[in-house]
Nanobody, 118 residues
């Protein structure tokens, strides 16, 4: 069973930076979109950053210019560099591997809490 495990969450002050990492237990087929979603308390889950199989990473408007998603294929690891953090970024962050069209199984990590507060 494929496992995704996130690391790097924690408490950070507004304006600060944090890097999340996600280790994938095995190499997935190249069709998967890898990314990060988040869910704030009382709000819906939202996909904040995605690396498609080809093309450029995609971001929701509220994190563009502040968040950067990247991957190290050799280490089966996904990263989310978060800069200029705001209290509104407080949420549980989930790493995911999504099969477009649902052809293959989707995978999610267990989540890591990010809290932005002074």
């Amino acid at each position: 069973q494929v496992q995704l495990v996130e690391f790097g969450g924690g408490l950070v002050q507004p304006g600060g930076s944090l890097t999340l990492s996600c280790e994938v237990s095995e190499t997935l087929p190249g069709v998967y979109e890898m990314g990060w979603a988040r869910q704030a308390r009382g709000k819906q889950l939202e996909q904040v950053a995605t690396i498609p199989p080809s093309g450029r990473p995609q971001y929701i408007d509220t994190v563009k210019g502040r968040f950067t998603v990247s991957r190290d294929n050799a280490k089966n690891t996904l990263f989310l560099q978060m800069n200029s953090l705001e209290p509104a970024d407080t949420a549980v962050y989930y790493c995911n591997a999504i099969s477009p069209g649902g052809v293959l199984q989707n995978y999610w990590g267990q989540g890591t809490q990010v809290t932005v507060s002074s």
